[in-house]
């Protein structure tokens, strides 16, 4: 067969000098070298002509017109590969390319042709690329490629080949990619393949091939992708991974993937050989026997897929060293015994699944350590003790499903507030992680209890009486009346405090202001609550309602508001305001004695300055361009209240400024001071100025305006560039003084915020525009301050980039809307 490719139909000329690279060569052979380079040339420029005028060759024009007869092609595309055929090496012919008037490639990828390939085609001798692929050719893959020596690639995947590979493609021992993936091949992979000793990728997937992996494979030194998934293929993976001999560098294999087959017997101890493997998918077959130790040493494994077999025995702890491992799934086997402790030793771990084995004994507190973990299931074990609260540093976590083990204990909060209870579920001494499950209480009876056990008393003890005295606290607030009338009641047990207004009549009102908000006047005064914050107008409360959801309540001072009339209308007037960047009034209520509350949306990150200032060591920087998003929404805000809702702030400072779940800015406490008579106006502008927001012009004029607010907006930017509240003195100086002292050369070193040095999203140009910006609006001549609009266009000349996704995630946000309406 060997000879096949050597056929007397080829002028054997060509190929003959081909092959002494290492001998001496003769002048002519060098000619012949230099033609040869410069065909390899013309094949990557894609055009010849001018070199290679020559005509074809009568057999290779045969070989065209033949495989034209074959394809069928209902565009017409091959109209140009006309009879005369004088053109054909010209480049006038679709997809051909020749050297010396002989065919080197056919390449019509994605053309819609149909039909067959002739089996004429083994007449085109010096073709090196059959390019054919997603198309929707059928019939068989003709046996005479065997004839082309010189055959180097053979793209030939989506379309309709059926019946065997013929095992003469063996002869082209040039072959470096054979892809025939996605047909409806059937037969064997045979055997013969494995004289294409410079194979590099071999893609036979999604066929119905059958019988079993031929041995040969397994010992191709440039072999690097070998893919055989979703076939019928059955036997046992050959066990000579990586050849004889101890020279396992020399084996290029990256990916492997034999998933959905009929494989069985064990996973072969030689693939630990593979020193270069990157991917090894074997799920999905009938494997059984235990993984072998030796997997733990392929050290550039990234994805190691085991899924969906029999595999039992332990989980051997080599594995824990596969540092590069990003993707682990092994669900869906038998394996038993535990999580071994040093797991963590799969730093780059970010999918892990042990979903439905054996696997007993606790889930070790080191998991904790896996930082980019995001998808974690454990469900369907034999699992036991509690999830250990080191699950909470996963920040990363999207999913995580311990559900239907035998765990207990309490499930951590954090755990319990993200997840659905169906990841929790089927472990019948868990608790915590919805309504009906509730944590036991404090009656441990005669049964001892364990240290863990015993902190998560003492801590229920404590939140009891925190509870209990925020509970004091509130009636004391909302309950004047209801303590009077006796009708104040604490549920210490459920941890809730109900205020009680029954009195409809008498009681108080409730304006739902946006027809979102479902609750009614005893949803408020019954929810749980508490303290977030003073400010001059009030005391905040956080507030969760019945069903869970949690509100912001603003409980004004009622001495300082204005009568209830005049009251009512600026809430009709401020109810209106929407903006992303201003925190939305929701519903306000007015109580029978005169109490006052503002219901708005619960802000769950808190303020910015908090955000800011207020974090604790181990937190993560915050980015640039998170502090260059909070700039401009700021901006934004502030540009809708000036000019859509004529409203001054008057109070702008970043502990006003929300933060909302996409560390988006909201702000808050706009529109206030027209609640209040103007005594309680100056107040506040007195405490403004006390944080190092307020212009140094308000100090005679008392009025806060256009301009005032830039100055505050100006000092948020400055917050922001320096990472210091303007609170702060340094040296003596405030912020603003502090910045204004030093020379433009001294900013990098002292001014900017360490975190934005070592920022690599943020050039020193960018900080520097942005700080001569802050400096512009803090000026202290009112005139020479920009206008919040200009700010605004300034901020996003600096990063446009951040503008624009602000302005796609608005359009995905106004659409959503309407796709729910249409469910
Ligand atoms: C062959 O086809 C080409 C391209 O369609 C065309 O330009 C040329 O005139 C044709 N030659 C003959 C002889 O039909
Ligand atoms: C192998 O073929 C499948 C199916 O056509 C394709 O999805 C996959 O990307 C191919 N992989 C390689 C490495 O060629
Ligand atoms: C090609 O492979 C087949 C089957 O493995 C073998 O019988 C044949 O001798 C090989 N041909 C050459 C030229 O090595
Ligand atoms: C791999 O793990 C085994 C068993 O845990 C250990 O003995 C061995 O030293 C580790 N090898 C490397 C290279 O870390
Ligand atoms: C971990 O993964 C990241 C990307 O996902 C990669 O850049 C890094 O090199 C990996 N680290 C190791 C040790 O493989
Ligand atoms: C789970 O483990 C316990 C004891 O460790 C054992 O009694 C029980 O049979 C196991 N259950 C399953 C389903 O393996
Ligand atoms: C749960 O664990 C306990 C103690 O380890 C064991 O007695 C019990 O059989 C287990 N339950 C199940 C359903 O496996
Ligand atoms: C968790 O796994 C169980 C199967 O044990 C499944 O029923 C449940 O839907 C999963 N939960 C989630 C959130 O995927």
Redo the contacts with the bound molecule.
């Keep these: 067969m060997g000879g096949f490719c050597q056929s007397s139909l080829v002028s054997t000329r060509y190929h003959k000098k081909r092959e002494p690279f290492m001998k001496k060569l003769f002048p002519c052979q060098y000619l012949l070298l230099f033609l040869h380079i410069l065909s390899l040339f013309c094949i990557q420029r894609g055009s010849c002509h001018s070199w290679d005028g020559v005509l074809i060759t009568q057999v290779d024009y045969q070989g065209l017109q033949a495989v034209k007869h074959g394809l069928e092609d209902g565009g017409g595309l091959l109209r140009s590969w006309n009879d005369t055929g004088l053109d054909a090496c010209s480049g006038a012919w679709i997809g051909i390319k020749c050297a010396r008037g002989k065919v080197i490639a056919i390449q019509l990828p994605w053309k819609g042709l149909g039909g067959y390939i002739s089996d004429k085609i083994g007449g085109l001798t010096a073709l090196r690329r059959l390019s054919l692929h997603d198309n929707a050719i059928g019939g068989q893959i003709p046996a005479s490629l065997g004839l082309l020596r010189d055959l180097r690639g053979v793209y030939l995947f989506n379309n309709r080949f059926s019946g065997a590979i013929p095992p003469n493609i063996g002869n082209c021992f040039l072959l470096q990619t054979l892809d025939l993936s996605n047909n409806l091949l059937t037969g064997s992979v045979p055997f013969s393949i494995a004289n294409s000793t410079r194979l590099y990728r071999l893609n036979l997937s999604y066929n119905n091939l059958t019988g079993s992996i031929p041995e040969g494979l397994t010992g191709l030194p440039s072999l690097t992708f070998l893919l055989l998934q979703h076939n019928d293929l059955s036997g046992s993976i050959p066990d000579t991974w990586g050849g004889i001999g101890d020279n396992k560098s020399s084996y290029q294999l990256q990916t492997l993937n034999f998933d959905h087959n009929s494989l069985s017997g064990t996973i072969p101890i030689s693939l630990g050989r593979l020193g270069m493997l990157q991917e090894l998918d074997l799920s999905d077959n009938q494997l059984n026997g235990s993984i072998p130790?030796e997997i733990?040493?392929l050290?550039s494994l990234q994805a190691l897929d085991l899924s969906g077999n029999s595999i039992n025995g332990r989980f051997?702890?080599?594995l824990?060293?596969l540092s590069s491992l990003v993707q682990l799934n092994l669900e869906g086997n038998y394996i038993e015994d535990q999580i071994p402790e040093?797991i963590d030793?799969l730093k780059n771990l970010s999918f892990l699944s042990f979903s439905r084995n054996l696997i007993d004994g606790p889930i070790p507190t080191v998991i904790g350590n896996i930082h980019s973990l995001a998808h974690l299931d454990l469900s369907e074990n034999n699992l036991t003790g509690a999830i250990p609260d080191t699950v909470e540093n996963l920040t990363s976590l999207t999913y995580f499903n311990v559900s239907n083990n035998n765990l207990s204990g309490s499930v951590p909060l954090i755990l319990a507030e993200k997840f659905d209870p169906s990841s929790f579920a089927g472990n019948l001494q868990l608790c915590g992680y919805v309504a009906s499950a509730p944590c036991p209480s404090l009656h441990p009876g005669t049964r001892k209890l364990n240290k863990k056990e015993l902190i998560v008393t003492v801590a229920g003890i404590v939140f009891l009486f925190l509870l209990l005295l925020c509970t004091a606290l509130l009636s004391w607030l909302f309950g004047r009346r209801a303590k009077s009338s006796g009708k104040s009641s604490a549920d210490a047990s459920s941890g809730k405090k109900t205020v009680e207004d029954k009195k409809e009549g008498g009681g108080g009102k409730l304006v739902i202001l946006d027809g979102h908000l479902l609750f009614t006047a005893d949803d408020l005064l019954c929810a749980t609550a508490e303290i977030m914050g003073k400010s001059s107008f009030g005391t905040v409360y956080k507030a969760t309602l019945e069903d869970g959801s949690q509100v912001a309540v603003k409980r004004l001072k009622e001495k300082l508001a204005k009568n209830p009339k005049e009251f009512e209308a600026e809430l009709t007037v401020l109810g209106k305001i929407q903006h992303q960047n201003l925190l939305a009034l929701r519903a306000y209520y007015m109580g029978p004695k005169g109490e006052k509350l503002l219901v708005f949306d619960f802000m769950p990150k808190g303020s910015l300055a908090a955000f800011l200032h207020a974090r604790g060591p181990a937190a993560n920087s915050i980015a640039w361009p998170t502090r260059m998003n909070i700039a401009m929404g700021i901006a934004r805000g502030l540009h809708h209240l000036h000019t859509n809702a004529g409203i001054i702030h008057g109070n702008l400072t970043s502990s006003n400024t929300l933060l909302d779940e996409q560390t988006d800015p909201k702000i808050s406490e706009y529109g206030l001071s027209s609640l209040m008579v103007s005594d309680a106006n100056s107040d506040v502008i007195a405490t403004a100025g006390a944080h190092g927001y307020r212009a140094p012009e308000l100090a005679k004029i008392k009025k806060a305006d256009a301009k005032t607010d830039v100055y505050s907006l100006g000092m948020i930017i400055l917050e922001l560039v320096t990472g210091k509240p303007p609170g702060e003195t340094i040296n003596g100086m405030e912020l603003r003084q502090w910045v204004a002292s030093m020379s433009e050369e001294e900013w990098s070193n002292e001014v900017f915020d360490l975190e934005l040095m070592k920022d690599s999203a943020v050039t020193q140009e960018k900080l520097v525009e942005t700080l001569k910006l802050a400096l512009r609006c803090i000026n202290s001549s009112p005139v020479e301050r920009p206008e919040v609009e200009q700010i605004l266009q300034q901020l996003e000349e600096i990063e446009p980039g951040i503008a624009a996704s602000v302005a796609a995630a608005e359009e995905t946000k106004d659409a959503a809307p309407e796709s729910t309406d249409a469910n």
């Design positions: 130790e733990g040493s050290s051997p702890t080599s824990c060293n040093a030793g």
